[in-house]
C-alpha cells in the first residue's frame, strides 16, 4: 500500500487552509532558494479575522496554542501558493516562534506546540523540525504569536 501523501493526510485530518492575506510591507511571504523554501514571519489571522493582544492578560495557554496553530494554517498556505501542492515538502526543517507575552509568561515553547503539532499532523515524521520559541514584549499589530519557517522541498 503507498504511503499517504501530505495532501492526503491533511483532507483525512479534516484540515482546511483559510485565505490568505497581503504582506504588511515591502516583502513577499515565502522564497525559494535551491531546495529550502523560506517563509517569513505569519501571524494567526482567521475568518473572524486577526487576533489581537497578550499571552497571559488576554490569552491563556490553550487559547495561545490555537492562536499558533492558526498561525500554521497560514504557513501551510503559504507553501502551498508557493510549490503549489504540500506535496513536494520532504520535511519541516524549522520554525521560529514569537511570543507576545506579558511580564512573567515563560511558557513560550508550549505555545508554539500549536504550530509544532500542525506540522506533524499533516507532514508526519517529516514534520519534526528544530525550533525557536521565545517571548516578545511586543509583535506587530499587538497580535499574539508570529511564525517563521524553513522547508525542505523536492524539485517540481
Known amino acids: 500500500m503507498p504511503e499517504q501523501t501530505h495532501e492526503q493526510r491533511m483532507a483525512e485530518a479534516g484540515i482546511e487552509l483559510p485565505e490568505g492575506y497581503p504582506p504588511a ?72 516562534g514569537m511570543v507576545n507575552c506579558a511580564p512573567g509568561v515563560d511558557q513560550t515553547p508550549e505555545v508554539i506546540n500549536g504550530c509544532s503539532q500542525l506540522m506533524h499532523d499533516v507532514f508526519g515524521e517529516a514534520g519534526v523540525h528544530t525550533r525557536s520559541a521565545v517571548g516578545m514584549a511586543e509583535l506587530p499589530f499587538d497580535i499574539p504569536v508570529e511564525i517563521e519557517g524553513i522547508f525542505q522541498v523536492r524539485a517540481a
Open 25 to 96: 510591507g515591502l516583502y513577499v511571504s515565502s522564497v525559494l532558494v535551491d531546495n529550502l523554501l523560506h517563509v517569513g514571519g505569519h501571524g494567526p489571522v482567521a475568518a473572524e479575522g486577526r487576533w489581537i493582544g497578550k499571552v497571559g492578560t488576554d490569552y491563556d495557554l490553550a487559547q495561545a496554542q490555537e492562536a499558533a496553530r492558526i498561525t500554521g494554517l497560514q504557513i501551510l498556505r503559504s507553501v502551498r501558493a508557493e510549490l503549489g501542492t504540500l506535496d513536494r515538502v520532504v520535511r519541516v526543517v524549522k520554525l521560529f
